[in-house]
């Protein structure tokens, strides 16, 4: 059994990593400060003694004896970490930080979670992990962009100048159960439009791509991350190859939910990426993994999620 720290453990991706963490007979510190988490994604695991839920702010230090930290505690949602971009360049930075300084004193394990948004509005397609990026330091995501390349960074620098042992994952666009329903993003949106029989708001006209994983598969992809040999570091891309328009996705949930909501079409947010595909041909590698659920069969598991939930409120 092994004591893990999980920061933003009451996020969407957090819950779903501490359930699994338990589930293989682990102890779990879940540290939150709630910002875009939610009791209820970790409800359920209260009453599991060897879980622990704790109120916390990661850019404040936290003492803890754990034998590995999975760093995920920062807003992902255009949305959210745009809110406060000062507080979302802090949570990164501090974070990071704190996280590396906690590893570094107790000799413990250490994961990131990175985005594809190191590789900004991306001119190299499909991204690979040798890719440096095409990011806007100024612009509106560079809080979010920018604070993770930080925290990239720092952990290659923790890692060469004091020998803690580090991953880096590079995540791309997830989503699944445990999404808030007014998360801003774009799957959770979608679905919660139809199923409302709302409009579905399309941004710019639609020809933008994402590649999105449902998030069984990244959990998957964290734990063979976290669990292989101590020298590959990363940064690897974790994601699901399969690439879409977000016309094409908008159209899908609307076919899958049978729903009568019309696209609608809004302004392009600035700086938004034209396109993003993961290359996984290294996580193939180091890994051997790759993602298993198909677009659709993740749809029609979120939206039976959302379904329930709206049903519920
Ligand atoms: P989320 O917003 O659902 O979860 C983030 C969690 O961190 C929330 O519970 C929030 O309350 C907590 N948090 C935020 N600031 C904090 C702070 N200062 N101190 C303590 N807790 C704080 O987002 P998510 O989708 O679950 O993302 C989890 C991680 O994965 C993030 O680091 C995100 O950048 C990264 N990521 C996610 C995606 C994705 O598509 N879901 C893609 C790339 C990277
Ligand atoms: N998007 C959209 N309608 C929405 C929400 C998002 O068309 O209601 C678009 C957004 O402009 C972007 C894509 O969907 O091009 C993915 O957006 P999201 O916020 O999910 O993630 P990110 O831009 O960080 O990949």
């Known amino acids: 059994m092994k004591r893990i720290l999980v920061t933003g453990g009451a996020g969407f991706v957090g819950s779903h ?9 682990n102890e779990v510190i879940c540290l939150d400060n709630f910002f875009t988490g939610q009791k209820r994604n970790v409800v359920h695991l209260l009453d599991n ?6 109120r916390h702010d990661v850019i404040n230090p936290f003492v803890v004896e754990v034998d590995e930290i999975y760093n ?10 745009q809110y406060n971009p000062i507080k979302t360049v802090k949570t990164s930075v501090m974070g990071a930080i704190n996280m590396l300084g906690l590893a ?40 979010y962009d920018e604070g993770k390349r930080v925290a990239e960074t720092l952990f290659m620098n ?15 666009n997830t989503y699944g159960p445990h999404m808030h329903p007014n998360d801003g993003r774009v799957v959770s949106n979608f679905i919660v439009q139809a199923l409302k029989g709302n409009n579905i708001t399309v941004y710019g006209k639609g020809d933008q791509t994402r590649s999105f994983q449902y998030v069984d598969d990244l959990i998957n992809g964290m734990a063979k991350m976290m669990a292989t040999s101590d020298d590959f570091t990363g940064p690897v891309n974790i994601g699901n190859p399969g690439e879409f328009t977000i016309l094409e996705l908008a159209q899908k949930v609307i ?6 909501s019309k696209i609608v079409y809004e302004p392009l947010p600035s700086d938004d990426p034209l396109q993003r595909q993961p290359d996984i041909s290294l996580a193939r590698e180091k890994l051997n993994w790759e993602p298993k659920i198909s677009l659709d069969k993740g749809l029609v598991k979120t939206i039976e999620y959302f379904d329930q939930l709206l049903k519920e409120s």
């Open 17 to 25: 990593l501490c359930e699994r963490l338990l589930g293989e007979g």
């Open 49 to 54: 003694p060897f879980f622990e839920l704790v």
């Open 72 to 81: 995920l505690a920062c807003p992902a949602s255009p949305v959210h970490y």
């Open 104 to 143: 570094k004193r107790i000799r413990a394990k250490v994961l990131q979670a990175s985005t594809s948004e190191v590789y900004g509005d991306p001119k190299v397609h499909p991204q690979t992990e040798s890719y440096w990026g095409h990011v806007n330091p100024i612009g509106t995501r560079s809080c």
């Open 158 to 172: 923790y890692h060469q100048q004091n020998g803690v042992r580090i991953k880096i994952i590079r995540i791309f």
């Open 255 to 260: 076919t899958l939910i049978g729903s009568k």
